[in-house]
């Protein structure tokens, strides 16, 4: 769904998905690797119990990645459970968790979505394991900068609890927005 094809799939996906869900077991579509463009206003609204969305795009691509500006267009189905991948499972940067945060709290005050999954905007496989290994090997100053799969998972765990901090304030969430043992979480600015 998430090519230019997509769109024009739609027959086929609705279709395909209207015989599953009438089997009666709880479906989540799963798109990743980029926004579902012109697919996304019916692609919502196909008959399954969770729609799980990459809000990360495609690492260094211009174009961006257009899944909220596409919620905010066309909304998004009550009825449905969100997976919201705001976590980038492709980049071994470490992820702007301030920023993720203010999107998941878009997500439930602007748009009322209530039944939100935080998740990995794609698998985590594409990763290397961890950054623990790394010490010694690559400069002490890119540690704090990288995030592996474990990293992902812990900035996963931590944006699942953002409720906590989302009311103290944006200060909180910039303290918030630091890993475990305290290093800035920052994407790389200056790096390649």
């Known amino acids: 769904l998430a090519t230019d094809a997509g ?7 609705e279709s395909a998905y209207t015989q599953l869900a009438a089997v009666g077991c709880p479906i989540d579509l799963v798109t990743y690797y980029d926004d579902l463009g012109a697919a996304y206003p019916w692609a919502v609204n ?3 119990a969770a729609v799980s969305l990459d809000f990360c795009g495609v690492p260094g691509s ?12 066309h909304g998004f189905p009550a009825s449905k459970r969100l997976g919201a991948g705001l976590i980038d499972g492709r980049s071994v940067w470490a992820d702007d968790l301030a920023a993720a945060a203010a999107v998941l709290s878009e997500l ?3 748009h009322g979505i209530t039944n939100i ?3 990995p905007s794609t698998t985590l496989q594409h990763l290397p394991y961890s950054i623990a290994g790394e010490a010694g090997h690559l400069p002490a100053d890119l ?3 990288l995030a592996f799969a474990v990293q992902k998972l812990q900035a996963l765990s931590e944006l699942a609890s953002t409720g906590k ?5 944006p200060e909180a969430a910039r303290a918030w927005g630091q890993p475990p043992d305290g290093a800035v ?8």
């Open 7 to 13: 769109a024009a799939a739609r027959e086929v996906y």
């Open 46 to 48: 196909l008959p399954v």
């Open 62 to 73: 211009a174009a961006g990645n257009a899944t909220l500006d596409l919620m905010r267009e």
């Open 108 to 110: 439930a005050t602007v």
């Open 117 to 119: 999954s935080v998740q």
């Open 143 to 145: 540690l704090p900068k």
């Open 165 to 169: 901090v989302q009311s103290a304030g």
């Open 185 to 192: 979480a920052a994407k790389a600015s200056t790096l390649p």
